[in-house]
């Protein structure tokens, strides 16, 4: 009987096993999708759905091949197929910080279905009994908690778990395994950087962190810990744990504040402890040659001080690697994007950045060519190549065509878990243009991650910002105004109660 009652089992519920069909849509669905696909969706990932197309190879990571099967963010198991609403979802939210747009609100909820439906026409296996993936039970996420002993457990499993090895011990994606990581198509891959949790590609509600390290990415090194993080407090307690590491927006900015003080600006942490940091974005160079697709900086962290004479900066940015041997200069010849060059440190290329400034007063919104510069319009570059102790002035007239003034400017540079932090510090004089009280200074930043293979014009770079240099008089104005202010305050008291006194006396006598 022991022996049967498998047997019998088998016997009952096979044909309910052959009765739940794969969701693979109808006929008029997927030819619905293709339409769409062969519009929207071919020219990055491939009329046959292989990524072999026009955009590929110029984009990181890689449109997704999907003949291979491979999908990202799935709510099954590790290794298996996502559902139809695992993909309907990606189409819809796109994938932050990655070329793939989110496609709600564009096309349809028909489109997108029809979509899923044609990209699992690319994998046969879909058709099979893997067709019917096994899905991991996401629970509702309990609210957040931010218990220090709670906290403290996720801490914890974090470490026990190796997830430092890849995203590094406080999460910014610098662990000591993240630069030898390469994806199943050959590609070096980035570990998330935690603290930035708005570039999480399958976007960053608790649950989806919690699916994250539960399912695993396929086709990259992140793992899936279903098997090993077994009970429900500590996988919430994980959640939360990375949840603490990030704010939830960048709260991107425009404007440094720049305070300024009379005497030396000695450049250290002291000088800085009190100015407020604007965040910027960071994005790659692919207007001229020397494009850089996916840069790997993607924001700059700015703070500044001034005296009479001069203005020191602070500048802060996550980089998983420091680049401190080799070379690299705005100038560095870079070849037309070649799409066989490998992606990582191939010439020995170092981290470098640089703060760039109009040389002379710009007229309304004038601002100089963002391509350091032109003829016309001459920028002046606070530029420094972190595999050297200094620091110098430059002036670009256009890439190629960049001078130097022969003017060092002061210099620290530190690396520490994932930042850099480094500070310039220079005249408020640049040729004829003097950097004035109250005034906005527009300003910009270029970062090279030597990692990436970057220099010359392959570089990161921001938009036209401003600094604004804060009146000098206010801090010392507000304390003799605030005296004053208090000095008539208790005069005035006095005075009233003084008539008070008096008229109370005169009504009892
Ligand atoms: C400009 C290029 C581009 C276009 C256009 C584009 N994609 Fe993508 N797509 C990407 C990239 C790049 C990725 C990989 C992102 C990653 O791996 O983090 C991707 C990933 C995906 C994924 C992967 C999900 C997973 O779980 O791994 C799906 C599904 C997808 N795209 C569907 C579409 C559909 C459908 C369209 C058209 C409506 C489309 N894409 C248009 C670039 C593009
Ligand atoms: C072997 C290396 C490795 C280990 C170990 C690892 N990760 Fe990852 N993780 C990655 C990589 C690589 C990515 C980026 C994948 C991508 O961008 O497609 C990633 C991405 C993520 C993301 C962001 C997902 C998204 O939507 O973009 C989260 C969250 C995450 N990991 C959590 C964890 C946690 C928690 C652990 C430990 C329990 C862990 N990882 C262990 C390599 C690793």
């Given at each position: 009987m022991r022996t049967l009652l498998p047997l019998l089992l088998i016997w009952?519920?096979?044909?309910?096993?052959?009765?739940?069909?794969?969701?693979?849509?109808?006929?008029?669905?997927r030819a619905e999708g293709k339409e769409v696909y062969d519009i929207k969706c071919a020219h990055c990932h491939g009329y046959e759905g292989d990524a072999n197309a026009v955009a590929t190879s110029y984009l990181r990571p890689a449109p997704r091949d999907f003949t291979s099967g491979n999908y990202k963010f799935r709510s099954t198991e590790s290794g298996e197929l996502p559902t139809t609403e695992d993909i309907k979802r990606s189409i819809r939210l796109g994938m932050p910080y990655t070329s793939m747009p989110p496609w709600d609100g564009i096309l349809s909820e028909n489109e997108i279905t029809g979509l899923a439906y044609y990209l699992k026409t690319f994998e046969p296996a879909f058709e099979?009994?893997?067709?019917?993936?096994?899905?991991?039970?996401?629970?509702?996420?309990?609210?957040?908690?931010?218990?220090?002993?709670?906290?403290?457990?996720?801490?914890?499993i974090f470490e026990a778990n190796q997830c430092t090895d890849c995203h590094g011990i406080n999460g910014r994606g610098n662990g000591p395994s993240a630069p030898e990581l390469v994806d199943d198509w050959g590609f070096p891959i980035r570990p998330a950087d935690m603290t930035k949790r708005w570039t999480f590609r399958a976007s960053a509600t608790r649950e989806d962190v919690y699916r994250t390290f539960m399912t695993g990415l396929n086709g990259t090194p992140m793992p899936s810990y279903l098997q090993t993080i077994n009970e429900e407090e500590d996988r919430w307690a994980l959640v939360d744990y990375v949840w603490s590491l990030s704010r939830d927006e960048p709260d991107y900015g425009t404007v440094v504040s720049v305070r300024g003080q009379t005497?030396?600006?000695?450049?250290?942490?002291?000088?800085?402890?009190?100015?407020?940091?604007?965040?910027?974005?960071?994005?790659?160079?692919?207007?001229?040659?020397?494009?850089a697709f996916y840069p790997g900086v993607n924001g700059i962290r700015v703070k500044g001080v001034y005296n009479e004479s001069e203005i020191a900066i602070e500048l802060q940015w996550h980089d998983m690697t420091a680049e401190t041997e080799g070379r690299n200069h705005p100038d560095t010849d870079v070849p037309v994007f070649d799409a066989t060059e490998p992606d990582t440190l191939t010439g020995g290329w170092s981290d470098a950045v640089a703060v760039l400034l109009p040389s002379r007063?710009?007229?309304?919104?004038?601002?100089?060519?963002?391509?350091?510069?032109?003829?016309?319009?001459?920028?002046?570059?606070?530029?420094?190549?972190?595999?050297?102790?200094?620091?110098?002035?430059?002036?670009?007239?256009?890439?190629?065509?960049?001078?130097?003034?022969?003017?060092?400017?002061?210099?620290?540079?530190?690396y520490e878990d994932g930042v850099w932090t480094v500070r310039l510090k220079g005249s408020r004089t640049l040729g004829d243009y003097r950097m004035q009280e109250s005034a906005f200074v527009p300003i910009s930043f270029t970062a090279w991650d030597g990692f990436n293979a970057e220099r010359g014009n392959k570089r990161g770079l921001s938009a036209w910002y401003h600094l604004y240099l804060e009146p000098m008089e206010t801090e010392s104005a507000a304390l003799p105004m605030a005296k004053w202010f208090l000095i008539v305050l208790v005069a005035e008291v006095a005075i009233v109660g003084l008539v008070r006194f008096r008229a109370r006396r005169r009504k009892k006598t």
């Amino acid at each position: 009987m022991r022996t049967l009652l498998p047997l019998l089992l088998i016997w009952f519920a096979y044909p309910a096993m052959a009765m739940q069909e794969n969701d693979l849509g109808t006929e008029v669905q997927r030819a619905e999708g293709k339409e769409v696909y062969d519009i929207k969706c071919a020219h990055c990932h491939g009329y046959e759905g292989d990524a072999n197309a026009v955009a590929t190879s110029y984009l990181r990571p890689a449109p997704r091949d999907f003949t291979s099967g491979n999908y990202k963010f799935r709510s099954t198991e590790s290794g298996e197929l996502p559902t139809t609403e695992d993909i309907k979802r990606s189409i819809r939210l796109g994938m932050p910080y990655t070329s793939m747009p989110p496609w709600d609100g564009i096309l349809s909820e028909n489109e997108i279905t029809g979509l899923a439906y044609y990209l699992k026409t690319f994998e046969p296996a879909f058709e099979g009994p893997y067709g019917n993936p096994t899905i991991v039970d996401i629970p509702k996420a309990p609210s957040y908690s931010d218990d220090p002993v709670h906290l403290a457990r996720g801490r914890e499993i974090f470490e026990a778990n190796q997830c430092t090895d890849c995203h590094g011990i406080n999460g910014r994606g610098n662990g000591p395994s993240a630069p030898e990581l390469v994806d199943d198509w050959g590609f070096p891959i980035r570990p998330a950087d935690m603290t930035k949790r708005w570039t999480f590609r399958a976007s960053a509600t608790r649950e989806d962190v919690y699916r994250t390290f539960m399912t695993g990415l396929n086709g990259t090194p992140m793992p899936s810990y279903l098997q090993t993080i077994n009970e429900e407090e500590d996988r919430w307690a994980l959640v939360d744990y990375v949840w603490s590491l990030s704010r939830d927006e960048p709260d991107y900015g425009t404007v440094v504040s720049v305070r300024g003080q009379t005497g030396e600006l000695e450049l250290g942490d002291e000088l800085f402890a009190d100015a407020t940091g604007t965040y910027f974005p960071i994005v790659g160079q692919i207007i001229e040659p020397g494009r850089a697709f996916y840069p790997g900086v993607n924001g700059i962290r700015v703070k500044g001080v001034y005296n009479e004479s001069e203005i020191a900066i602070e500048l802060q940015w996550h980089d998983m690697t420091a680049e401190t041997e080799g070379r690299n200069h705005p100038d560095t010849d870079v070849p037309v994007f070649d799409a066989t060059e490998p992606d990582t440190l191939t010439g020995g290329w170092s981290d470098a950045v640089a703060v760039l400034l109009p040389s002379r007063t710009p007229e309304g919104l004038e601002r100089p060519y963002f391509m350091f510069g032109d003829s016309k319009f001459p920028m002046t570059i606070w530029y420094t190549d972190l595999a050297t102790d200094s620091a110098v002035v430059l002036t670009g007239q256009g890439a190629g065509r960049i001078t130097d003034n022969g003017v060092e400017l002061e210099r620290t540079a530190a690396y520490e878990d994932g930042v850099w932090t480094v500070r310039l510090k220079g005249s408020r004089t640049l040729g004829d243009y003097r950097m004035q009280e109250s005034a906005f200074v527009p300003i910009s930043f270029t970062a090279w991650d030597g990692f990436n293979a970057e220099r010359g014009n392959k570089r990161g770079l921001s938009a036209w910002y401003h600094l604004y240099l804060e009146p000098m008089e206010t801090e010392s104005a507000a304390l003799p105004m605030a005296k004053w202010f208090l000095i008539v305050l208790v005069a005035e008291v006095a005075i009233v109660g003084l008539v008070r006194f008096r008229a109370r006396r005169r009504k009892k006598t």
